[in-house]
């Protein structure tokens, strides 16, 4: 008998009004994790009831922003307390690499430390105006219940990237994780209440997109969506936000170039290459999934990416050995295959992969794909496929890269390698994505604030700007003047 996990409301495990369940499945090994309550609205006017009852809460509300910060730090330190648990948990979830969840495990702490550090430093300013006896002030203040919906890649990092800044800003939160990764989510909020967070400050109702993610976004008592997910989905989030004028930021989609040039450290390349696009067997949103290559170095670049490809050892990703480890579910896998027979049929060639690897599990694998004959204009250069398929292109100038790497309608990310530092300035201006990395690839901090340009997305995560995407700006104007008011009807000479 698999466990069976309700949602977490009010600081405590609540059956789902509906008591329905749904299945989740370790996709290595195909076997039942557990099950998760399968929520609907019912549950959603529940958590957000709770979590507005938690904002307005003395206990939350009138708690220092020094304090909260402390809170942060405690959860963080719990976090890591419970790294192996949480590392493992995630993995057999989404079957990430135990060695990749162990790594991220590590820097999660320190999201919620930087916020925590940042909780008391929620500041506005004094704004000078041509009033002399006026003071104008601006405050920021928290916004009220964050509805946060975060996808199954990185569920714990997606979701604290959220956590952590709108609850050091004074906030309260609903999350809906993804219904492939649930469990991670769960144990995040029961740490928070163990770290000392009211009760209610922090729900988590799982369940499907429709039923439970669906009402989140279209409830009344929310006041800001927090989203990372697909492009299709955020277009919806943001048509009902706009509707009741209230805020969101979104993470989405990409198709992001990795540009080497000619002059570039070519085997550090080839490295950036692979970890670009088979890492997390390419199953992130900052996958450098087109590959452009100066036709000098193409040869070369292909083969140093082909045969690191071809070596990569796929496998029970809770082995040290593995390299790479499954796709996410069953549709996943199905939507990278067909992909690949899609780019074959309009022209493609597949220098290796493109087929289920050799592998002893009967989970959902894919072997590190490579294709070859291929254009910009293709749908598997233009369709974000969130798998290990590499599209490898020539260039000739970097005029023709630049115009190529800007034609897309994605702009999550971009990497530029070349030694001309005159060069990767000039990208670096000129390409249209929130974050460049020259010489590397999928660097990342709490402290870097990431912005999608284009389909994307829309606001800011990490950094301290981030923070301010949880708080609304109040400008507050006292006269200090002791003169009567003056009639406003009384024209004055
Ligand atoms: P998805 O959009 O299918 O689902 C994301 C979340 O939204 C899930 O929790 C899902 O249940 C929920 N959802 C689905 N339909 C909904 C609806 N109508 N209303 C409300 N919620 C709904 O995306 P996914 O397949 O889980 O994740 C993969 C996508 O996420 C990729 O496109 C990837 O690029 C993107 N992503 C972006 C970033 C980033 O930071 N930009 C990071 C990771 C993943």
């Known amino acids: 008998m698999s466990e069976r996990y309700d949602h977490f409301i009010g600081g405590r495990y609540a059956a789902p009004v509906g008591d329905e369940y749904f299945e989740s499945t370790n996709p290595a090994t195909l076997e039942i994790l557990y099950t998760a309550a399968r929520g609907t609205s019912a549950d959603i006017d529940a958590a957000v009831a709770a979590a507005d009852r938690a904002f307005h809460d003395p206990r939350w509300r009138d708690l ?26 995630e993995s057999e979830d989404n079957g990430k690499l135990l060695r990749e969840m162990r790594g991220q495990l590590i820097s999660l702490p320190e999201y919620l430390y930087y916020y925590a550090g940042l909780a008391d430093k929620v500041q506005g300013s004094q704004v000078p105006t041509n009033s002399v006896q006026m003071l104008n002030y601006t405050q920021r203040e928290a916004l009220g219940v964050v509805g946060a919906i975060t996808p199954w890649n990185s569920p714990l990092t997606l979701t604290t990237s959220k956590l952590a800044p709108a609850l050091a800003a004074g906030n309260t939160l609903v999350i809906k994780p993804s219904e492939y990764t649930s469990r991670t989510v769960l144990r995040l909020a029961e740490l928070a209440v163990e770290a000392g967070f009211p009760d209610g400050v922090i729900n988590v109702v799982t369940g499907y ?38 805020g969101c930021t979104l993470e989405l989609g990409g198709k992001s170039p990795n540009i080497v040039f000619g002059d570039a450290n070519i085997p550090n390349a080839a490295m950036g290459v692979v970890a670009g696009i088979f890492a997390a067997a390419g199953q992130t949103c900052i996958a450098g999934s087109r590959v452009f290559a100066h ?8 083969e140093r990416v082909a045969d690191r490809a071809r070596s990569i050892v796929i496998g029970d990703p809770l082995l040290d050995e593995t390299e790479l480890g499954p796709l996410a579910f069953a549709a996943q896998r199905d939507k990278v295959g067909s992909y690949v027979e899609l780019g074959v049929s309009e022209g493609a060639t597949v220098l290796t992969g493109g087929k289920r690897p050799d592998v002893d599990l009967p989970g959902y694998f894919y072997a590190p794909t490579v294709l070859t004959g291929v254009d910009n204009t293709m749908r598997v250069t233009r369709e974000e496929i969130f798998g290990p398929v590499a599209a490898i292109m020539p260039f000739d100038t970097e005029e023709e890269v630049l115009k190529l790497a800007n034609d897309t309608d994605y702009g999550l990310a971009a990497g530029v390698w070349t030694q001309n530092l005159a060069r990767a300035h000039r990208m670096s201006r000129q390409l249209e994505a929130g974050t460049i990395w020259v010489n590397t690839y999928r660097a990342m901090s709490p402290m870097s604030p990431r912005q999608g340009f284009k389909s994307s997305g829309v606001g800011i995560e990490h950094g301290l700007e981030s923070m301010h995407e949880y708080t609304r700006l109040k400008s507050i104007w006292i006269n200090t003047d002791e003169d009567p008011v003056a009639d406003p009807f009384v024209m004055r000479g």
Do not use: N
């Open 64 to 89: 220092s922003p020094t304090r909260r910060g402390h809170l942060l730090r405690r959860l963080g330190d719990l976090v890591g307390q419970h790294a192996e648990e949480l590392a493992r948990l």
């Open 295 to 302: 036709r000098s170095i193409y040869d070369e670049l292909l």
């Open 209 to 246: 997109g429709a039923e439970a993610g669906a009402p989140l976004v279209d409830h009344p008592g929310i006041a800001k969506i927090s989203f990372t997910g697909s492009t299709a989905t955020g277009s919806r989030i943001a048509a009902s936000a706009a509707a009741r004028f209230i």
